[in-house]
């Protein structure tokens, strides 16, 4: 099988290891030949999933740039909800992985 680089997702926890709660995908990218082929929709299910195993895990954040339409429609389809933009003018965007009574 020739296997191709689509695009990447890296992402890690906000705060120290012994028990983190919020997780942050810094860069979510997907190369322009390979978009509109549902390879960023499934690429975002498996990093939820990931970190929804994660037993500490509260919530999951991402930003991007508030006119990216398509960014946008695909963080919200499913569940994020936008909270603001940061200092540098980006959407900050959050998923509620459990509820703190759930800890």
Known sequence: MDEQL???IMYSPMEPLEAPVHYQIFRFM???QYQARGIGR????????E??????????????VPD?????SLYLSFGFTEV??????????????RDIEAQ
């Open 84 to 97: 603001g933009l940061d200092q540098y003018g980006e959407m900050v965007a959050r998923i509620r992985i």
């Open 68 to 72: 990216n339409t398509v960014a946008r």
């Open 6 to 8: 689509a695009g990447f």
């Open 30 to 32: 997907v190369d322009a």
């Open 42 to 49: 499934q690429a975002l299910a498996l990093v939820l999933a």
């Open 51 to 64: 970190v929804t195993a994660i037993e500490t895990a509260l919530e999951l954040r991402i930003n991007y």
